[in-house]
């Protein structure tokens, strides 16, 4: 039986060997073991229903356009350790155990994950037995009056613990939201030096005028009304930890220079999320398949959900109303 629970911050890890054991994984190595088994990949046949891949060349990621027995091959043999950061402040720690459970079942099986869940009620944290290489940290983060606090404050403290614990445990980092569980396979394909999950309300929105961008220059976070790739959604994302830092400071800090303009943008960190991703473009695209929801019809597209936002009642769960 393995719970794997440490709490800790500011403290130096104490560690279990885990931590400092040096992980081979290499950035951009794709070694496949000798003698694999899989399906001869065609050059003609492929999904002809959606684009697979963006116009600076990056993989668009959906069901039918990767091998999972080639991608975990390769990325088995670089066996990276893979850190998630969840937030559960408040009345979100109701989400943990599924979250947790979900993931155990879906999420990059058989590679090494650490769950890092920053929360403000550590005694309503789970006991969800993992499997091997797999654990749980607990960092404790103040509770917050406002939704908008909690939702831009994770760019904040995930940007230290990043700096004081994170960096020297893992070598690839996502974020997610807590309010989802995970249904179907969510594996090394999705792993690169940054992939962001193409939003599912506006995926097939054609004109980019219509994307929910900041769309008031007085932000930080501001896109022109003639710009634009794709629409991201903040409650997904991931790549290697240093490529990750960079981007979850940058919204820290972006945000704080919006607060002191006394203005907040739209959609809070998912705002200066896309304008990053704007300029700096993802090396991997997943595809709205990453994150759906319980509450939308399924489209033709999306042949399976890998993660579905969890139908919750707002004013029931947030600190505030908008
Ligand atoms: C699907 C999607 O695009 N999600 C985005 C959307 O989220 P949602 O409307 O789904 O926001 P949300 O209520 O899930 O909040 C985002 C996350 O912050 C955490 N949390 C929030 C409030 C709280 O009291 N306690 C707490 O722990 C928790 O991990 C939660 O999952 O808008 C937010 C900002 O407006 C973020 O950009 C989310 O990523
Ligand atoms: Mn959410």
């Known amino acids: 039986m393995q719970y794997g629970y440490e709490v800790r911050f500011s403290s130096k890890p104490e560690g279990d060997g885990d931590d400092t054991q040096t992980s081979s994984w290499k950035p951009n190595a794709l070694i496949m073991e000798k003698g694999l088994k899989y399906d001869k990949p065609s050059v003609m046949k492929g999904r002809t229903d959606v684009n697979s891949i963006t116009n600076w060349n990056a993989p668009l990621v959906w069901e039918g356009t990767f091998d999972p027995v080639v991608i975990d091959s390769i990325y088995k043999k670089m066996d990276p350790r893979i ?16 979250f947790i459970e979900t993931g155990e079942k879906y999420f990059m099986v058989d590679f090494r994950v650490t769950y890092y869940i920053f929360t403000d009620h550590e005694d309503e944290v789970p006991k969800v037995q993992l499997a091997a290489g797999r654990k749980i940290t607990i960092l404790t983060v103040p509770s917050a009056t406002r939704w908008q606090d909690v939702v831009l404050g994770r760019m904040k403290w995930a940007t230290i613990a990043i700096d004081q614990q994170i960096r020297s445990e893992a070598d690839y980092v996502f974020m997610m939201d807590i309010d989802s569980t995970f249904r179907y396979r969510f594996g090394a394909e999705s792993l690169s030096r940054l992939s962001a ?25 501001y896109i022109p009304i003639d710009e634009g790739d794709y629409y991201y959604t903040a409650a997904v994302w991931g790549g290697y930890l240093e490529d990750m830092y960079t981007l979850v400071k940058y919204c820290y800090e972006q945000s704080k220079i919006d607060e002191k303009n006394n203005i907040e943008a739209a959609w809070q960190e998912e705002s200066h999320l896309n304008k990053y991703l704007l300029y700096n473009k993802p090396t991997k695209v997943l595809s ?22 969890i139908a919750k009642n707002y004013a029931e769960v947030r600190p505030n109303w908008n």
């Open 83 to 98: 850190a998630v950061i969840v937030f559960a402040v408040g009345k979100y720690t109701r989400f943990l155990k599924a």
């Open 197 to 221: 999950v193409l939003h599912r309300g506006y995926y097939k929105t054609p004109d980019r005028a219509n994307f929910p961008y900041e769309r008031r220059p007085q932000s930080q976070a």
């Open 288 to 309: 709205a398949e990453y994150l759906w929801c319980d509450y939308d019809r399924i489209t033709e597209d999306v042949k399976v959900i890998r993660i579905s936002q």
